[in-house]
């Protein structure tokens, strides 16, 4: 699996759109379409339902959309989840009759660019210099996985597990959460989700993109705290 890169700039392989696309499924990210009337522009919300990869289409919910306005036209989407934003355009599937279309489900052809945007500035520092800084993660079954973090910042982290995981994690929402102990007085514990995974076959090795989910405000601060003494300490 490619792990998605979603900071500042544009998807456009297909396998990562698709990936996005349904990940945001999965974690029930906020989206929204804009129409623009006679210089009236106006969002709306909506669901993303599905990802049909065979067909190169999604298929969205919605109460507000008019096929037969949109028929011919690129649709601007727009999605939110935590320090991510993501934009892209798409016109309805040819399948979509504008003359008879009555359901509220509406199927669109798959973007050839989703453009990715951080809301948020985060500073990312390298731990792999420093000494082993101690991963576990929780899954959803209840096993637990052991790593280390390699890089880390206060929206999520990447961890290196000695172990291929191509198996074991073909549902990146099978992790749930992490706890990360930084130091003898700070350590982290709160939900997590994959964004990404890298697996070294030959290595037996497996690399996990992370953001975290349900931080505690004050677990934050002392991980802000914890990353700028880490920058200071490399100057």
């Known amino acids: 699996m490619r792990e998605l890169n979603l900071t500042d700039g544009d998807l456009t392989h297909r396998q990562e759109i698709v990936q996005l696309l349904k990940m945001s499924i999965e974690q029930k990210w906020q ?21 049909n990869t065979h067909e190169a289409s999604f298929c969205v919910e919605s109460d507000n959309m008019d096929a037969a306005s949109l ?5 601007m989407f727009r999605a939110q989840s935590g320090g991510v934003s993501i934009v892209f355009h798409s016109q309805l599937a040819d399948d979509v009759d504008p003359e008879s279309h009555s359901s509220s489900l509406f199927n ?10 951080q809301l948020r500035k985060t500073v990312r520092v390298n731990l792999e210099a420093r000494r082993e800084v101690p991963v576990i993660l929780y899954l959803t079954n209840g096993a637990l996985l052991e790593g280390t973090v390699m890089d880390i910042s206060t929206s999520g982290a990447k961890f290196r597990v000695n172990k291929n995981l191509g198996n074991e994690l073909r549902n990146l929402q099978i992790v749930d959460a992490c706890k990360i102990t930084l130091s003898d007085e700070f350590t982290l514990q709160c939900g997590v989700q994959l964004i990404g995974m890298i697996n070294d076959e030959e290595a037996s090795i497996s690399f996990l993109r992370s953001q975290f989910v349900h931080m505690k405000t004050t677990d934050e601060d002392k991980l802000e705290a914890f990353i700028n003494a880490t920058l200071e300490e490399s100057d």
């Open 31 to 51: 989206y929204s379409y804009v129409t623009k009337i006679r210089n009236r522009v106006q969002t709306h919300t909506l669901r993303l339902v599905s990802v």
């Open 71 to 75: 028929k011919g036209r690129p649709v």
């Open 108 to 117: 669109f052809g798959l973007p050839y660019k989703i453009a990715c945007t």
